[in-house]
């Protein structure tokens, strides 16, 4: 029973872990408006050193469609408004002397679709990552059974993992209605 536990556990780590990988992923999909964590892969060179851009500034969103990066050093503000336009996001970011200034366009209703695809893609990606989490656990009860534990037992894991996969493809698709419906929204 012990080692049925640990299978479990390893398969509950292996779904987490997509279900993480997901939301990192559906975060990075910007819905039309603006939020911080649109520049988390943005990196700076901070005297000489590759360092996040939201470790040498503020980064705020005073409102839907604008968000404004104060660096804590004046000398940072070149280099940051050159990481965003390296980045290559479709941002234009605007240096006032003082802080940069980023205006969010809106999204046309064919960037929309074509984010909700985007969007579609990673929640199968997400998907398959589950399903091969299940198979991993599965070929670990199939290899159990060989040696230490029943039949019965094994069908009675293979069908807790099963349920667990199942749950966890279901809060994948309610993470993909919530998505759809964010990016769609006018």
Do not use: C
């Not at 997509?18 to 964590?37: D, P, Q, T, W, Y």
């Not at 360092?51 to 469609?65: A, C, Y």
């Not at 209703?109 to 579609?120: C, F, G, I, M, S």
């Amino acid at each position: 029973m012990e080692e049925i536990e640990m299978v479990l556990d390893m398969a509950k780590e292996g779904m987490n872990g997509a279900i993480e990988h997901l939301k990192k992923g559906l975060g990075k999909i910007r819905a039309g408006r603006a939020h911080a964590s649109m520049l988390d892969g943005i990196y700076v060179d901070y005297y000489g050193t590759s360092t996040p851009l939201s470790q040498v500034s503020n980064i705020n969103t005073p409102d839907g469609r604008t968000m404004s990066i104060q660096p804590w050093e004046k000398p940072m503000l070149e280099p940051i408004e050159r990481a965003i336009m390296m980045a290559n996001i479709g941002l234009n970011p605007q240096n006032n002397g003082e802080l940069i200034m980023i205006n969010i366009p809106a999204l046309t209703e064919e960037r929309r679709k074509a984010l909700v695809k985007q969007a579609r893609a990673e929640g199968e990606h997400a998907k398959v990552s589950i399903r091969n989490a299940r198979k991993e656990a599965n070929d670990e009860i199939k290899s159990l059974k060989e040696e230490t534990i029943s039949d019965d037992l094994a069908k009675d894991a293979e069908d807790q993992i099963q349920k667990l996969t199942d749950g966890y493809v279901t809060k994948i698709d309610e993470f993909m209605v919530i998505k759809e419906k964010d990016i769609m929204t006018v």
